[in-house]
């Protein structure tokens, strides 16, 4: 289950969403969201999980990579779908046995919330982690923050350590199937017994994680001391950023989707 979790992963490519300006990909992601969020309407979350279709596509990474990102938040996406299915009340019921009752709406809201979830979590993954390196990912909000500097706002170690968190997580979730595999070797049993016992179980894991990712910040500020790192006055960039004339098109198609979205939503509550 711990392989499944591909947040904070980036994979090399040469697509379009690889080559678009981080900046305007961040840009592009908050639009997303926006679309995401507001779709509230049967047609408007179909569209919106076409479009995410699309963007999945043109990223090229590969199906069997999202589907696995999605494995741990299984869970999470069918309590929803329950607490939808079983609480939103209707006109007639379509499934009537003792206290349960299904109505359609139910049904209907329990779907546009699954779609609505999978496409927020498949997109903003590929709008950002996937495609995007962690250095681009800090200039781009370095960048796009920096107006606040001049209110003395640290947006360089703000970007910095959202970087690093960012790209630790995968680090920590290689380290933490480590450490299970041992303590299975070892004879442990994190499978049996109740919740309090599963629960203490998890301390032979947690320590030595704790360890770890404590010993792993340490050499990674020794590392920055050593290259004489002092935050971002005064840095320099070895690659500059430049935005391209199609990364404004994309930006402008995915804007023209949004109002295509608020335009499906209003036309259907008339």
Request: with cysteine; proline share 4%; hydrophobic share 55%.
């Amino acid at each position: 289950m711990l392989k499944d979790i591909t947040l904070g992963q980036f994979f090399p490519g040469k697509s379009l969403l690889h080559r678009t300006d981080a900046r305007i990909k961040l840009i592009i992601l908050v639009v997303y969201l926006v679309m995401v969020l507001s779709a509230n309407h049967l047609t408007s979350i179909a569209a919106v999980a076409i479009i995410t279709l699309v963007l999945i596509l043109i990223s090229q990474i590969q199906f069997r990579i999202i589907i696995r990102s999605l494995k741990p938040l299984i869970f999470i996406l069918a309590f929803t779908a329950v607490i939808n299915l079983f609480f939103i009340k209707g006109e007639a019921p379509l499934v009537e046995w003792l206290f349960i009752k299904i109505y359609k709406e139910g049904l209907i809201n329990a779907a546009l919330m699954m779609i609505r979830l999978i496409s927020l979590i498949t997109g903003t993954s590929v709008l950002l982690t996937y495609t995007t390196s962690p250095l681009e990912l800090t200039d781009a909000i370095e960048r796009l923050f920096s107006p606040l500097k001049r209110i003395k706002v640290p947006v360089h170690e703000f970007a910095m350590m959202m970087t690093i968190a960012l790209r630790f997580i995968p680090t920590l979730i290689e380290e933490t199937d480590k450490i299970i595999s041992a303590q299975k070797a070892r004879g442990a049993d994190f499978e049996s017994g109740g919740l309090f016992k599963r629960a203490k179980a998890l301390i032979p894991i947690l320590i030595p994680l704790f360890v770890s990712a404590f010993r792993r910040a340490d050499e990674l500020a020794e590392a920055m001391e050593c290259r004489c790192y002092r935050g971002g006055e005064g840095r320099t960039k070895m690659k500059q950023m430049k935005s391209r004339p199609a990364d404004y098109v994309f930006l402008f198609v995915m804007i023209g989707f949004c109002v295509l979205i608020y335009i499906i939503n209003s036309a259907s509550m008339i």
